[in-house]
């Protein structure tokens, strides 16, 4: 009954430093996304993946890469931290595209950047 | 671009209280709206949607109908309890192509005993 598996749930980075968000899902879903949870500003979609070797930018891209290898899995890598990459990040999977809108959300993972 | 304007919170009410959050939207065509809650230290979670005008979602006791004519799709609950505290998040996917879901800034719900 896993559903959606992100770690860590919480990180602290130097400005500088790169590292990797991984996300899993367990449901065969699709559709992948990640979002950016920060004080009064909503979601914002970071990248998405329609499926397996097919990704896309979304809002706020910048600075953030990711790949998709295979279904269940959908990395977020920051290449060089900044201050401004502080927040909540949360991974979310569908089983169809997002445009349904009834994504199932990992537990979120926290990170600060020093 | 779409957009999603929800009411200020944070809201504080005692149980059993009426609830109402505002939710309105720009968006071109025919979006599909929807409110999302997120209970403290978790992910988000549908609680209801509605796919096109006039359409009625409901789950646990909240209603929300999607209103075109005044781009709304206003959360009620008619007697809120302690353990609906949480965020509440309006939000909305497009007809036009996009594949994201756009989120409002969320309202902060606490219900006292």
């Known amino acids: 009954n896993a559903g959606v598996t992100q770690t860590p749930k919480f990180q602290v980075l130097k400005t500088g430093q790169s590292m990797t968000l991984q996300c899993a899902q367990d449901?065969?879903?699709?559709?992948m996304s990640w979002y950016r949870q920060d004080p009064g500003m909503g979601l914002r979609l970071i990248h998405y993946s329609v499926g397996a070797g097919i990704t896309d930018q979304g809002e706020v891209p910048n600075g953030y890469n990711v790949s998709r290898s295979t279904t269940e899995d959908f990395p977020l890598r920051l290449l060089s931290a900044a201050p401004s990459q502080t927040s909540v990040y949360f991974c979310a999977s569908s089983s169809t595209s997002g445009r349904t809108g009834e994504l199932f959300f990992g537990e979120g993972s926290r990170l600060t950047v020093l | 671009g779409d957009s999603v304007t929800q009411m200020e919170g944070p809201v504080t009410l005692s149980e059993e209280a009426f609830l109402t959050i505002n939710c309105t939207y720009t968006a071109t065509g025919y979006p599909s709206l929807f409110w999302y809650v997120q209970y403290p230290g978790e992910g988000l979670q549908l609680l209801l949607k509605a796919t096109k005008a006039d359409d009625k979602g409901s789950n646990k006791g909240f209603e929300a109908t999607y209103r075109k004519e005044t781009t709304s799709f206003h959360l009620e609950k008619g007697s809120v309890q302690v353990s609906d505290s949480a965020v509440y998040f309006c939000a909305l996917s497009g007809q036009g192509g996009s594949e994201k879901l756009v989120f409002g800034k969320g309202t902060k719900l606490t219900v006292n005993p």
């Open positions: 449901m065969n879903h699709e559709y």
